[in-house]
């Protein structure tokens, strides 16, 4: 079984985020970087359905120089090889342009499955899966819990509102995208970062994939969100802070 | 035509309360650029619901009828929902940005060559056109979006960013469509939806929360924000990584995926405040968190916030609820 996982390297969770000079995203020269949460998921997942039934784990990932870092981490913790789109203006490519540009490096790789995560970090329009799957005429599914493969096709557990799940049965190839906590990660052992050295990361760009940046819908400008409620910030020692706040809960709020 | 769809969402005739705050969004939107409102319901046997749609001061509606719409699955839903977009030809099409929306949106619009701008928080008018928000980094900062594509283009809206009100109206017209469809062209095959073993907590009922989350480092230290509960008399909540890791059971997680709360106190340890977490306890009466960030989203809720490291704030508020309620 061939299992392509889409991988998208984002800041690091905790970082201090300072908007740039052009008001539209980040200062990156302070950032650190990490892999987008589910994907790390849907890397495992591949991973252990590449145990289960042989096959090879191939990693795609679109993005900056910086990006190696992450294709490397996926190496190191069991991919066979990876394609990195190599791309510095990104944020010129709109969602449908940037997964056209995935689903063009992946066309050629004829996977059974395509797994990507859910949704990133950074932009969170989680879509990029399901319009890869449109582009190359597979069917999908979302937010997935579990997946069982077998012979032509694949079962999966989605994810519903409110604590409910539902099975879904779909013949493969097929493009999944999976939610956080389906499994347990694991870590990459010093044998594998040793040999992540040698797996093979093939550069493509997106002159040479054929495909333009668009942007049917532009990014005008990014600021701080507006607050709507008035927050009363505690100040002190953590004990001041601790003594205001039960005087406020037990005589403002009334909740102790 | 040229106007607002709005695509409200059923399942096994029950509506998704999220429908009437897109509807709500599309109302808002079609007085703002003096576009007609069309409200659609897509399904088998949704003429009573239509009919339901029809008060809701829209100009039209209609009921999207067919078989293979019964239970849902992507492929049938992007391939009526195609059907009807060529069909009205509308300027907007506009979508709850539930987890069903979430699954099917992004291939519509994609056949249209057309981007979905998903989970926006509102909008504003510039130079006549509308510019809609968007959260970015998990609620950290806001972006405005504009579209640069002619007509249609697709919106999905945030739960709870605008509010579900029952305006009433003259009654609308219905109209009942049968989308061509091509059922031997589906591949999704879904089975019956169901949950998992019977929840031995009832979060919903609990009067006060205490929720701990990612800040809480490690399943060691979960004990520490247990105690600040016992204190309270509080039942132990969690955001979505503590239960993905096993340090708390699922029945334990606030949030779209988990439980919906709204106790007297809701108190967060450690949590950023992401919208999916957020839309299960925004209904609780006095918010207090607890995070070391000043920026962190969940104080934009809050009624009373501390900045701080829990390790040194959580064992003094402990000392202080102790105290004060003995
Ligand atoms: C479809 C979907 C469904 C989801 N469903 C849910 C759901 O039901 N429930 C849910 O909770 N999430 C859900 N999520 C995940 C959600 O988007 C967030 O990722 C999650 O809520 C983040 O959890 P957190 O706030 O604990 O972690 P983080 O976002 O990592 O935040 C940790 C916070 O702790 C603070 N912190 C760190 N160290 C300290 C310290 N020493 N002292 C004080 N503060 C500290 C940090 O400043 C940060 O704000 C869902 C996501 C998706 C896409
Ligand atoms: N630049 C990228 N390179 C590789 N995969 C990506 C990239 N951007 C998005 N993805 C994948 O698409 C998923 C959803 O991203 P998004 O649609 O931006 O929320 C991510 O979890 C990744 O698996």
Redesign the pocket.
Known sequence: MKILVALKQVPA??SLLRIDASGRWLDESDLSFEIN??DAYALEAALQLKEQHGGEVVVLSAGPERAVSAIREALAKGADRAIHVEQENLGEFDTLSLAKLLAAAASSEKADLILTG??S?DL?S?QTGVIMAELLGLPHAT?IMAVEASGQGVRVKR?LEAGWFQHVSMPLPAVLTI??GINKLRYATLMGIKKAKTKEVRKLTAAELGVQPESSVSLLRIYQPKRVKQTQMLAGAPAEQAAQLVEKLKFEARVI | MSGILVLTEQSSGAWHPMSFEALAAGIQLGRDLSLPVTACVFGRGVSGLASELAGRNVQAVVALEHEALGQYTADAAVAAIEWLVRDLQPDYVLLPHT?QV?DFAPRLATRFGRVLLSDTTGYTIESGAAVFQRQLF?GKLTADFAFQAPAPNFVSIQAGAFRADALESDAASVSEKAPVLNVSSLRQHPEAPFREAARAVDLSAAERIVA??????EEGNIPLVQELADAFGAELA??????DNGWLPMER???????TVAPKLYL??????????L??MKGSRCVVA????PE???FEIADYGIV??????VPALTEAVKKARS
């Open positions: 969770r905790d949460e589910p859910l949704q970090d969170g989680g937010i994810e939610q956080s | 987890y979430r998990q701990v989350g990612r800040g809480i480092q969690a955001s979505r990584p503590i239960c997680q606030v949030g779209s995926s988990g439980q967060s340890v450690g949590i950023s405040g992401a919208i999916q977490h839309v299960g607890i995070n070391k960030d962190a989203p969940i701080g490291d829990l390790f040194d704030v």
